[in-house]
């Protein structure tokens, strides 16, 4: 399979599972040609790519070169710029570019990777404006290349949107509510403190020694990735203190009447066909670390759901928060590649 050419602007959480990624799981879809970070230099980018706490040893041969890093022999160019128009994004020969540093979060800020000779951005959070929203396997389709900066959602939202297509395509959501109970993340403080931003109270207190409500827009997000679904779903999350894999409790109210055995087998038949690949499907008595690592963007638990009625029914999702969206970030950019006639 040809690949699409990455650049990687910000080498944080995503940035570098997203790396991982095109040299793991999707070796086959991409190659990285060059890593911007403006806070790291290069031998503490290499420790950070080498080593990592939930997911292991990196399986691959890291040097220092000139200009950057070699892995198992490609060379990656580093640079270490804080503007995006002023990455050489061009002369590494990078076209697609992972938006990954949480600032860029709008289609005129990531649009700057243009400047450095990118030809597209993906940012990696959902858009602080009307940039275009992508979930892979759900309206992935619906790119065209028109867009130069597109967003793949969230990790939740590429969680729960596989799962209310498949309900909704089959048995209609009139309406729903979803929570997330979620890993910590990096805006989370160790000791309590001062929350970041300073406008959420709850985020400031310790992270390892608390259950924190917290809001999301992933629900909501659905809307727009979904436009049928619009308005008829929202949510919140709990931030429970572990590090990483996270699982949507979804409750919906369903407009056709069905049992909970015809949606299990009605999911495990997306999971096997047209989700393959994104929608996973498991009866075993799993727990969150039996999906560390894992590399679907949502894992239907058949025996964690719940149904009252025919009409009323709760269904829950695992996913890997970091693992899984890494991935889809490489599968956006791939599709969006192969529709723009620019795979190397």
């Not at 000779?117 to 759900?138: H, N, Y």
């Not at 028109?146 to 309406?175: F, Q, R, W």
């Amino acid at each position: 399979m040809s690949h699409v050419r990455l650049g990687i602007n910000g080498f944080g959480r995503i940035g570098r599972l997203t790396f991982r990624s095109a040299f793991t799981q999707n070796a086959n879809k991409a190659q990285v040609m060059h890593v911007n970070d403006p806070f790291m230099d290069v031998d503490y980018l290499m420790y950070l790519l080498k080593y990592d706490s939930s997911h292991g040893r990196f399986a691959h041969n890291v040097e220092k070169t000139d200009g950057g890093i070699l892995v198992d022999g490609h060379k990656v160019v580093v640079t270490h710029e804080k503007d995006p128009k002023n990455v050489p994004w061009g002369k590494s020969g990078a076209d697609y570019i992972a938006e990954a540093t949480g600032v860029f979060t709008t289609k005129e800020s990531a649009g700057l990777h243009k400047q450095g000779g990118a030809k597209k951005a993906i940012i990696s959070a959902p858009p602080k404006d009307d940039a275009p929203i992508f979930v892979v396997g759900v309206n992935h389709e619906g790119y065209n290349s028109s867009m130069d900066v597109v967003s793949n959602a969230s990790c939740t939202t590429n969680c729960l949107a596989p799962v209310a297509k498949v309900l909704h395509d089959n048995y209609g959501i009139v309406e729903g509510l979803m929570t997330t109970i979620h890993a910590v993340t990096i805006n989370q403080l160790t000791v309590d403190g001062p929350a970041v931003g300073g406008k959420d109270w709850r985020a400031g207190r310790a992270s390892g020694a608390n259950i924190i409500p917290s809001s999301t827009g992933a629900a909501k997000a659905v809307g727009k990735v979904i436009p049928d679904l619009n308005g008829k779903l929202t949510g919140m999350a709990f931030r429970v203190p572990t590090t990483n894999v996270s699982v949507v409790d979804l409750t919906v109210r369903l407009d056709k009447a069905t049992s909970y055995d015809d949606i299990k087998a009605t999911v495990k038949k997306a999971s096997e066909t047209d989700l393959k690949g994104i929608l996973g499907y498991t009866e075993d008595a799993v727990v969150s670390q039996d999906f560390l690592t894992w590399p679907e963007s949502s894992i239907f638990d058949a025996n964690a759901g719940i149904q009252l009625s025919p009409n009323f029914v709760k269904v829950v999702s695992w996913y890997d928060n970091e693992w899984g969206y890494s991935n889809r970030m490489v599968d956006l950019a791939h599709h969006m590649a192969v529709q723009d006639g620019n795979l190397a």
